[in-house]
């Protein structure tokens, strides 16, 4: 059996926090570096946390695919 | 004022008012300032170590519940984050950079009421294991200012032993606490993975270093493992430990227990007087009821060569952000490209972390991942096997924790092979995730010598009871400084 696989990219314009921490996703009604912290920040020592609903919603719309399964 | 008591004992007296916190750290400041110049353990010291000590016996003094640490002045290596502190990986990349964040342990030992007394030495970018690869300075063992005191925690190690703070928190990748402890006679514990949050502890290889306690004691350390332990929602690797006390039952002793003496651990290459004190070490074991044999982990001989080809290749991820745009040092940007300016920029790491580097982007590159980086996690899950195995007869592991007395500073410097294999008792329990601790055994020509005990994952607490039984059929002269 052939094994291929995709690298899909999409983007999830409903979710409330950013993809790898908690800072809201909304960037249109805040000033700049507002919603920010030493994770997304790339801070030394800080580590992602990945966002439980993103992946979620990615395993269901993608169903009968594998994902990263959280 | 005695400074030469357990953080347990530290913790009685204040609590019953026999000794006022104020006083104890203002002596621990004193005893820094008059020993520190020859032994280089800080990098920086905590301004207001005085303030907070007031504090605390102000609370104590009214009544007021007053966290569990009441005080004791601890020192943390500088690749924690404690906020708007300087934390400079002992690296001159990140020589001014003052963390805006509290790490996970930082955060849970402030609540506690511990007081930070100051940031201390370690290799840099935790890479080495005599503290000589710091961009500062190394720091010199206290038990003989000639020899190194171990690494990379080396500052923790040194700051524990000469009565200048009560505990310490080290990171252990490869040996990096268990290491330092051994030789400045001290206990070094490196727990379970994922056993403790090492969210704020700036990465250096994420899949197998962990956060752990250097302290007096065995008890010491299983107090410090109760307040910072278990889950952290901003550390995706660890685990639920059910909110173990590991204190408790600390004296349950050894009897009955088996023990595998690594047979690759004792062979080729260990100095004649560690060979003894292991020895004795067992003896001792069995006199309180443990059963002892040899065991073989034949992957043993190649754990170091894997282990030093894994934490390139993470180090080599981890160290890229270290462009010099966010955080780092001053250095104007007129006359360069953006390229030429970061290449600029890196030049000022260290040889030790250009090395890892360097070996970091060669062996997972295309070509050449099959002949390295997948032999090394093919050790790795071999070297697992092994281990788990030996775990079904054994419920602990015994070798010395290195296999050689310390050295002096700059005898192996040049050298990084003969270097890298100082690690080959160690590593084992970094690769394969399991609880190790070294403990205090004995002093040989003004020279300590550590003994390391292992454990199956998440028997810390069994693990710990087995030191305390160890460490108690041990006395040990006054160190001399």
Redesign the interface.
């Known amino acids: 059996m052939t094994k291929i696989g995709l690298e899909i990219h999409c983007q999830l314009t409903n979710l409330e926090s950013k993809l790898f921490c908690s800072c809201k996703a909304n960037y249109r009604e805040f000033e700049p570096n507002e919603n920010i912290?030493?994770?997304c920040?790339?801070?030394?020592?800080?580590?992602p946390?990945?966002n439980q609903e993103a992946v979620k919603k990615s395993n269901n719309d993608f169903n009968g695919f594998e994902l990263f399964n959280s | 004022m005695n400074l030469k008591i357990s953080a347990l004992e530290f913790i009685e007296e204040a609590k019953n008012g026999n000794i006022s916190v104020e006083e104890f750290v203002s002596a621990t400041l004193e005893r820094i300032n008059s020993v520190d110049d020859k032994l280089h353990a800080f990098l920086s010291v905590n301004d207001n170590a005085l303030d907070q000590a007031r504090n605390i016996d102000k609370k104590i003094k009214s009544g007021e519940k007053v966290g569990d640490c009441f005080g004791i002045p601890i020192s943390i290596k500088d690749?924690?984050?404690i906020k708007d502190t300087k934390?400079t990986?002992a690296s001159k990349m990140?020589e001014n950079?003052v963390?805006?964040?509290d790490?996970t342990v930082i955060s849970k030992l402030k609540k506690q009421d511990a007081i930070f007394i100051g940031k201390v030495n370690m290799d840099e970018f935790a890479m080495g294991l005599t503290t000589e690869f710091s961009a500062f300075g190394p720091s010199k063992n206290p038990w003989n200012i000639e020899h190194v005191p171990g690494g990379s925690s080396g500052g923790s190690a040194v700051s524990v032993s000469s009565y200048e703070c009560i505990a310490s928190l080290g990171s252990d990748t490869g040996g990096s606490v268990r290491n330092p402890a051994s030789f400045c006679s001290t206990v070094g514990y490196k727990p379970t993975y994922g056993l403790i949050s090492?969210?704020?502890?700036?990465?250096y290889a994420?899949s197998i270093e962990q956060i752990g306690p250097l302290t007096r004691t065995v008890k010491d350390t299983a107090f410090m493992l109760n307040l910072i332990a278990g889950v952290d929602?901003?550390?995706?690797t660890t685990v639920n430990n059910n909110n173990e006390n590991y204190l408790e039952n600390i004296d349950s002793g050894i009897a009955g227990k088996k023990i595998g003496i690594i047979t690759e651990m004792i062979g080729d290459g260990i100095d004649p007087e560690v060979m003894t004190a292991t020895k004795e070490a067992i003896s001792k074991l069995e006199g309180l009821g443990a059963i002892c044999e040899e065991v073989s982990l034949e992957m043993v001989k190649y754990s170091v060569a894997a282990y030093y080809t894994i934490t390139a290749t993470e180090a080599g991820s981890n160290l890229a952000?270290y462009d010099n745009l966010?955080?780092g040092y001053e250095m104007p940007v007129e006359g360069y490209e953006f390229n030429s300016y970061i290449s600029k920029a890196r030049k000022n790491f260290g040889p030790e972390v250009t090395r890892r580097m360097i070996i970091g982007g060669f062996v997972p590159s295309a070509g050449h991942a099959g002949k390295y980086f997948l032999k090394a996690m093919k050790v790795k899950s071999k070297l697992t096997k092994e281990i788990n195995e030996a775990f079904k007869k054994f419920d602990l592991l015994i070798a010395p924790t290195v296999p050689i007395l310390p050295f002096k500073i700059g005898e192996k410097i040049d050298d990084p092979v003969s270097l890298f294999l100082v690690d080959i008792n160690t590593v084992t329990a970094n690769l394969t995730g399991k609880p190790a601790i070294s403990i205090p055994f004995k002093i040989v020509n003004g020279l300590p010598i550590g003994i390391q005990l292992m454990a199956n994952s998440m028997n810390d607490k069994m693990l710990l009871q087995a030191a305390h039984a160890l460490e108690k059929t041990v006395t040990l002269p006054e160190i001399p400084i």
Do not use: E, H, K
Not at chain 1, 41 to 47: C, Q, V
Not at chain 2, 198 to 203: A, K, P, T, V
Not at chain 2, 233 to 236: F, G, V
């Open positions: 912290c030493p994770v920040a790339g801070m030394p020592g800080s580590l946390r990945l | 690749n924690m984050c934390t990986c990140l950079f963390a805006p964040y790490a090492r969210y704020g502890l700036i990465s994420n929602p901003n550390d995706n952000r966010r955080y």
